[in-house]
């Protein structure tokens, strides 16, 4: 029998041409978003001011089963996608186990990211609706990145937050969103009142991602004209991400392959919701029963240490409430903790689904991950993402397992960035510098004692 | 008729499995290497302390049109080819030209350039041979990059002299290329006779590769069962390299296309070498006739500007002499150019080609180039290295002249590699710092002065 395959290409004819919305197939929906001020479920109404009006509908919609992409929205992916399902063989010889390991690559863009996958469809709902500017928030930077791209691609302007810290840590992540023709403002800034409040309150923050979607949506709501866009937690993201698992799934099939086990590194979802929900869909219809495994920064541990309850959005508390796993909206991440995967909560989906036993969560160490995306790199010739390279680490500690007991177990990850814009942090882990960290249960608590009380 | 696909991939069956030497097919064969010492025809003996030995033959041997690629190096290339050929459409519609445009995309691998090309076959054959440590230069990084990732993937210890200017300008090449486990150091050095030689004569100087490789050769030499090895220039290196034109054949051909205009930009010849050898067998053979167009940065003009003569192939004048288009060894480029292509001299295989004109040469100006690179990254969603940014240049330069006559050419040209370590040329870009610098007559003079008179 001939080797399988290093990469494994679709064509485009045999691309996707629907998202896959897994709520339909969800014995219990997530709960739906609650209006900040009544706490009463969010109505299409007090959505639209803040979102364009067909991703609202997208949000609320918990039936339709399968989405069509619209038309330009395929040609864009195009240009980037299908993305090669990759057979790790060198990392398998290097590790010695019998498991096989495969990966979806979504780096292949200039966003070096698979942001540009829901990019792309909610910048072109929002041109199609005439809208004339979009704000955004961006942690790591790869959202902002990737609408930067997407903005110039259908000529909108385009205002993004970026998180000091992470503003500080990667000075070039301004340079490529400029390149792009968008505005970048570091957060918390002076732009905005609520930017303004949270610098009063947290003299010298670093920023999270919460205080800037607080400045990014307050900037929406007050400018004519413009919505605010977002890049992960919301159901609409993980509908748009579902396009990277249904390609693995068929990629998979091509190689007579399937997975035993799933992993996604876990920030607000959008990474692990993207490559489980194909075969999620299984596993909610029983026609198979791989394991799905989120893998969170153990300085941010949303899921093994979250609560599941209904909490703020945002720092700022200007956005609808969602019931999730997490920190709470005040929880700070330490700035040490490098890359994006620093949101206190987590996608109202995964939440769920996590909660009702569908998929497990384990929390791993900085530098342990800097560890698996080093090994990768010389092994694999991608330089990984610090993001992603959670889900490295999950798959080399599932495949280290496979080794002792000897199974040969199929492993696919979702391997969603290239690294190259977080230089920083590598040279800290080259140096011996890289420090990790744990919250305590009393840091816990702080975070705990900003959850709203809800009576559901 | 379905719309050709945005991508075009081969498989691994397809991809081929020979090299194509380019020399075999010319009437004119590049001029012998000559030692520094005798400037007598460098003879294999004389070459070995300084190459590998299989990498030696393959320098000499102008006969082998076709030489088989070793097993082991199909299997590394596997890793990262066949690589895409993308059609750009939405560059074509931006510019509103009838052309076809092609491009062949190197940038998918960590080095995130085709350099990986010749470093996986030159550092097997030097595993191979039993060699223990590795020296070589690089510009602006993407060699050094390149072999770092080769060498740890083959687990060999190297040392990397890089070129001050790019050193400083692209610290995060430091910490990739440490990553990897090489050493880095910035040259000229005071690590080597000749680096602390160049530093006496002329001080704080920039460096450039010139210098760069006669560290690295003194160093190999200097230095118990070690080689010197090289990213561009060599005839080893076109050889490596042409399995960028002979994929992008097949691929082309798969769509029915075949290109009128073949461009890759100029440096030391590794870019354009790759891409044209291919379709120039066409040319030499009389089954085509497509244009060749090299395109050179207009600050450092080698092919444009430059003198068909034997010259040093470094500063320091250690290394052998190579007849080619040179600007003289000691012509220092303006430090303003960003990135490479800085090399005061050209391939002789390509420097012979265009005396014997089966190509043009253009020179443009960087700020030009950088122009071209936004509109590119905007249009094609991946942003490039400066260097290939010169092809994209002149791949738009030729597709606005066909908007003029209304001609519909088809044109083909080398995406080499991504542009994310170049973020401080893209920032001077976007704030208006970034100049140009042509050099006059007078500069010219001066490098032409340290020309060596050799008797043909």
New interface residues.
């Given amino acids: 029998m001939a080797k399988e ?3 494994i ?1 679709l ?2 004819d045999e691309m996707p041409t629907q998202w896959y919305n897994v709520r339909a197939d969800m014995k219990n929906k997530p709960a739906p978003m609650l209006h900040p001020g009544t706490h009463k479920p969010l109505t299409l109404e007090e959505m639209t001011p803040i979102f364009c009006e067909e991703l609202c509908k997208q949000e609320l919609d918990n039936d339709t089963r399968f989405i069509d992409i619209p038309e330009e929205v395929q040609e864009f992916y ?3 996608r299908p993305s090669p399902l990759i057979r790790a063989y ?1 990392l398998e010889k290097a590790l010695g186990t019998p498991a096989k390991i495969y990966y979806k690559f979504e780096g ?5 990211s698979h942001k ?1 996958n829901s990019a792309a469809a909610q910048v072109y709902y929002a041109k199609k609706q005439g809208l004339t500017s979009l704000t955004t928030e961006t942690g790591a930077g790869q959202w902002g990145t990737a609408l930067s ?1 997407a903005s ?2 259908y000529n909108i302007p385009l205002t993004v937050y970026m998180v000091k810290v992470s503003y500080e840590q990667k ?2 992540r ?3 969103i ?4 968008a505005d970048i403002v570091p957060s918390p800034s002076n732009t905005t009142k609520v930017g303004r409040e949270i610098n009063e309150k947290f003299p010298g923050t670093g920023g999270s991602l919460g205080c800037a979607i607080s400045e990014a949506v307050e900037k929406a709501v007050t400018t004519d004209n413009c919505r605010y866009v977002l890049g992960s937690v919301l159901n609409q993201v993980i509908l748009h991400q579902s396009i990277i698992g249904e390609e693995a799934k068929i990629q998979m099939a091509k190689v007579d392959a399937y997975p035993d086990i799933v992993i996604g590194c876990a920030g607000g979802g959008s990474n692990l919701g993207g490559i489980m929900s194909a075969f999620m869909r299984d596993k909610l219809t029983g026609a198979a029963n791989p394991e799905i495994i989120a893998v969170e920064p153990a300085s941010c541990p949303s899921m093994t240490r979250g609560k599941f309850a209904y909490d703020f959005a945002d720092t700022g508390h200007v956005c609808p409430l969602a019931k999730m796993y997490t920190l709470g909206s005040e929880f700070m991440p330490s700035p040490s903790h490098a890359g994006g995967l620093r949101y206190h909560g987590m996608s109202p989906i995964v939440s769920q689904l996590y909660h009702d036993g569908y998929l497990k969560a384990v929390a791993v160490e900085q530098t342990k991950v800097f560890e698996a995306a ?1 090994l990768f ?7 990984p993402a610090p993001e992603s390279s959670h889900a490295i680490r999950g798959a080399i500690d599932e495949a280290l397992k496979c080794k002792e007991t000897g199974e040969a177990k199929t492993i696919l990850f979702n391997l969603t960035g ?1 690294g ?2 977080d ?2 942090a ?2 800290a882990y ?1 140096d011996g510098t890289m420090s990790d960290f744990i919250p305590t249960d009393e840091d816990l608590e702080k975070g705990f004692a900003s959850l709203p009380q809800i009576e559901e």
Avoid: V
Wanted: proline letters at 5%; zero cysteines; aromatic letters at 18%.
């Fill in positions: 395959p290093k990469r290409f064509t485009e195009k240009i980037f060198q292949n863009n200039t966003s070096g540009l791209m110039a691609f000075p070039f301004k340079s490529i400029e390149t792009f023709g080093e790199a010389k092994t694999e010739t991608i330089l290239t190259f814009f230089m920083t590598y040279q080259n």
